[in-house]
């Protein structure tokens, strides 16, 4: 049973910044596609980001490009989505999955172990 838990949001005031983080066990992520969602009210969950590390390929949605980044640590099996600069508009849910085939991206149908969620706000 792969388990994947996703932690660190919280509250934020515009401007600011605050890192996300991916456990995953006992799947060893080293040669798999690991990506970030998010989903706001109202709205239909989209990708934000995604990374196949042993190709050194990252994805990022045209809204967040240059203010996050998202990264991979295969010795603590470990996902990190660093945000800058944050907006209200980054307001969300945000949840980390695991896609189980090849390839990588942002298509979030691709992917089949998902976290819980983790909430992240944006005060202006």
């Known amino acids: 049973q792969v388990e994947v838990v996703d932690s660190g949001g919280g509250s934020v005031e515009a401007g600011g910044s605050l890192t996300l983080t991916c456990t995953v066990s006992?799947?060893?992520?080293?040669?798999?596609?690991m990506g970030w969602f998010r989903q706001a009210p109202g709205k239909e969950r989209e990708g934000v980001a995604s990374?196949?590390?042993?190709?050194?390929?990252?994805y990022y949605a045209d809204s967040v490009k240059g203010r996050f980044t998202i990264s991979q640590d295969n010795a603590k099996n470990k996902v990190y989505l660093h945000m800058n600069d944050l907006k209200p508009e980054d307001a969300a849910m945000y949840y980390c999955?695991?896609?189980?085939?090849?390839?990588?991206?942002?298509?979030?149908?691709?992917?089949?172990?998902w976290g819980q969620g983790t909430q992240v706000t944006v005060s202006s």
């Open positions: 006992p799947l060893n992520i080293s040669g798999w596609c």
């Open positions: 990374i196949l590390h042993v190709l050194g390929s990252t």
């Open positions: 999955a695991a896609r189980p085939q090849r390839g990588c991206g942002l298509g979030q149908e691709t992917f089949g172990w």
